[in-house]
């Protein structure tokens, strides 16, 4: 849906309140930050309900809009919680929650029906189908995947429902957003949960860094995002500085009130203010090459060292008033700053005994304002004053008071619907499955022994493959609107020859494939995590969906669905192809990342020339069938990926037969592993220099502390010793600079 408005909203992020102040000084028109709870970073400093409660006054008396990211996925002992925070953003007053977790969204929709949600780029939206569905769902505006070239941005506008928020500057994940299990199968640390440790900024292949990749820029394509129709475009950076939210926030604010692309002076000021060796546009052009790629080095931070450090200070409203004192009457005060006006009644004066009210002595105690965010001058306070009476200093501060709230206030009352938890299904289909990315190793292995495949209950195999009769085909788990003709097309020719079901990794794949005739099966992409996320997708006609790997046994037993008891889950889907750049394609299928400790990460290729890189142990719960059924787990899914014929083969029947996998290292569900000779052990503790974790895992993260939450951040990178004074309170700028300007 394209926006309504002239020019598309600027949203900037804030960590703190006082990056939130840089961003209202700096010309935005909305902000975005984190509550201590249930936000993608949750090592920024973030913001208690008192400071979001000064945050939703602060942003609406200046026109500017808040929202709050809830937007990690969420168990379902969380989801009461969860629910009840949503009520609680919703009562100060906050425009939009950014959510990811589609229980978390069916059940804020149920209990705070008026509150608005915004679909965050996590929830996986790539195209205007999903977008679509997204609609359906509730979902007023979906932040579209970062890795959208401009056409598609276009398309999914112009075709949507919603409106449409791209990402406009800031930090790049290499993979999609919300499809990365890299730092949680492997480091411990849940990207998906807000504690990301960002192994793709970590070393490979013998000290190289092919993951890491430059930030975001789009400085240089203003004028064609204002053209594309898109709502809102959002700057990345809850983890940065006051002055890196002032100085980006400022430079858009011009470019996009200017129509205008940006000078090579303002492209300058942005390095300066942050890069990774520069930026890229890769995504949006796409050119999407090795140039995306870049590290962090010294003369960056140098760089961003020699920003002044400044003191944001709140920007007080200028309001007047009109306040009457009449003997008997009650005492009244008005205020009004043009667009609002508001009135407060207060006690009756009495007949003065000694020293009566004067206009003086009442105009000196309406004006001070105190900790508010409004600025009220004596000369600006009219006053209706009878003579000879009096009223006493606390009940006049009473009656100021009163009105400064009334004026602030942006409170509202959620309608008082309970929420009652979804519970487990019961009465679940006991089967197996299995996805085949390999046709080649999948064909041979069931030309050799026919049998083993009758032991699966469901098998898929990629779109692009002649499926035999009674598989399924496996959608890709990215499509954008320029494929989707071709991927329709190719849904349409497996249904007409008699497939029935698909494997759906998003919501755009669940309504193609309905939309077809197609039986929709959740893949694990869609990141189930709770009984609400599983039962939303059930409505949606999703009867059997994969939960989410990162699920221990008992929080799966809860939710109630499929487990991967056998594969190398896929730890990242790339945009790019990896593997042409830095093994060459005479490699693909048999590629690998290589870590520091020699952990090898095989890369696959994904449709079109998208990557997968996979882990490096394989999950396999096969012999333990007797754990499942204690956790009422009753079907699996196995996820073959690099295998060999024979691998495929040894795998199916091992796990059928409730037998080790021996011969390979395994990571397991929930916290064990099992060695190469099947011999049973418990995870070992992590070693100097990597994440200690409940979980077997392949390759290693450094070992990074959870940081404190810190105190008032003063900027990142260090600071220069010059302070520039930006506002004070009731005092005029020490510096010329202007909102927005």
């Given at each position: ?17 006082r ?15 984190g ?20 945050a ?24 009461s ?5 949503a ?15 589609l229980?978390?969204i ?27 569905e ?9 932040v ?94 809850r ?9 980006v ?13 940006a ?9 300066r ?9 890769g ?44 003997l ?38 309406l ?14 306070i ?22 400064a ?9 959620p ?12 009465g ?6 299995a996805l ?31 499926i035999?009769?009674?598989a ?35 919501l ?17 992409r ?9 039962e ?24 109630g669905g ?54 490096s ?35 199916i ?11 390979t ?23 100097r ?53």
């Amino acid at each position: 849906m394209r926006r309504r408005s002239k020019l598309p909203e600027l949203l900037s992020p804030a960590g703190d309140f006082r990056c939130l102040l840089a961003a209202v000084a700096a010309g935005a028109d909305a902000v975005y930050v984190g509550g201590k709870k249930f936000g993608a970073r949750a090592y920024a400093k973030n913001f208690d309900t008192e400071e979001l409660f000064r945050a939703v006054r602060y942003c609406h008396l200046h026109g500017v809009r808040l929202y709050v990211t809830l937007n990690t996925l969420v168990y379902d002992r969380e989801l009461s919680e969860a629910v009840e925070y949503a009520r609680e953003l919703y009562r100060i007053g906050v425009d939009a929650i950014i959510a990811a977790d589609l229980g978390v969204i069916s059940a804020i929709k149920r209990a705070v029906p008026d509150m608005e949600i915004h679909a965050s780029t996590q929830m996986s939206v790539h195209n205007s189908v999903g977008a679509d569905e997204a609609g359906g769902l509730g979902i007023s505006r979906v932040v579209l995947a970062r890795e959208l070239s401009l056409e598609n941005i276009r398309l999914a506008t112009e075709n949507s429902s919603v409106e449409i928020e791209v990402f406009l500057h800031g930090a790049l994940c290499v993979c999609h957003s919300g499809q990365c299990l890299f730092s949680s199968l492997v480091g411990g640390r849940s990207g998906n949960r807000g504690e990301c440790a960002q192994p793709c900024r970590l070393p490979y292949d013998g000290g190289k860094y092919p993951l890491s990749l430059r930030d975001l820029s789009l400085a240089s394509h203003i004028p064609e995002l204002i053209e594309s129709g898109v709502a809102s475009l959002k700057i990345e950076g809850r983890m940065k500085s006051a002055e890196y939210v002032y100085t980006v926030t400022r430079i858009y604010r011009r470019l996009l009130d200017e129509g205008r692309r940006a000078s090579a002076e303002e492209e300058e000021e942005l390095r300066r203010a942050f890069s990774r060796g520069g930026f890229t546009d890769g995504y949006l052009t796409g050119r999407t090459d090795r140039n995306m790629t870049g590290v962090r080095s010294e003369s960056d931070k140098e760089s961003s060292r020699s920003i002044e450090e400044m003191t944001f200070e709140p920007l007080r409203i200028p309001i007047s008033a009109a306040a009457s004192f009449r003997l008997g009457l009650p005492s009244s005060l008005t205020l009004t700053d043009g667009r609002k006006t508001v009135t407060a009644l207060g006690k009756a004066p009495v007949t003065a005994e000694s020293s009566p009210l004067t206009e003086d002595s009442l105009s000196k105690r309406l004006a001070k304002m105190g900790n508010t965010f409004l600025s009220l001058s004596e000369n600006a306070i009219q006053i209706e004053l009878d003579e000879g009476i009096n009223l006493s200093p606390a009940d006049i501060n009473a009656l100021r008071r009163e009105a400064a709230e009334l004026f602030e206030s942006q409170s509202r009352e959620p309608s008082m619907i309970e929420y009652t938890p979804v519970k487990r299904a019961d009465g679940e289909e006991k089967f197996l499955s299995a996805l085949f990315l390999n046709a080649t190793s999948y064909r041979e292995a069931k030309q050799k022994s026919p049998a083993l495949f009758d032991r699966l209950t469901y098998t898929f195999l990629p779109i692009t493959e002649d499926i035999p009769e009674g598989a399924g085909v496996y959608i890709p788990p990215v499509v954008t609107d320029t494929e989707l003709t071709e991927i329709t097309s190719l849904l349409s020719e497996h249904r007409s020859r008699g497939v029935g079901y698909a494997l759906c990794g998003n919501l755009g794949a669940i309504a193609l494939a309905s939309s077809l005739g197609l039986t929709p099966i959740g893949d694990f992409r869609l990141n189930v995590t709770n009984a609400e996320s599983r039962e939303a997708y059930r409505k949606m006609g999703v009867t059997k969906a994969i939960l989410s790997p990162e699920l221990t046994l008992p929080q799966a037993r809860d939710v109630g669905g499929t487990v991967i008891g056998y594969g190398r889950i896929p730890l990242m889907l790339t945009e790019r192809c990896f593997i042409k750049e830095n093994y060459g394609c005479d490699s693909c299928g048999t590629a690998a990342l290589t870590d520091r400790r020699g952990e090898r990460f095989p890369m696959l290729r994904e449709h079109r020339h998208r990557n997968l890189i996979l882990n490096s142990k394989v999950t396999y719960i096969g012999d333990k069938p007797e754990e499942l059924l204690q956790n009422r787990i009753f079907s699996s899914h196995l996820l073959f990926t690099v295998e060999s014929a024979e691998e495929i083969s040894s795998a199916i029947r091992s796990y059928t037969e409730g037998a080790p996998l021996v011969g390979t290292d395994v990571r397991r569900i929930g916290g064990r592993a099992t060695p190469k000779d099947g011999s049973e052990r418990l995870s070992a503790p992590g070693r100097r220099g990597t994440l200690p974790t409940e979980r077997s895992r392949g390759g290693s993260i450094p070992h990074k502390k959870k940081p404190p939450l810190p105190k008032q951040r003063q900027g990142y990178e260090g600071k220069g010793s010059g302070k520039t004074v930006l506002h004070q309170p009731g005092a005029k700028f020490k510096k010329n600079i202007q909102k927005g300007k």
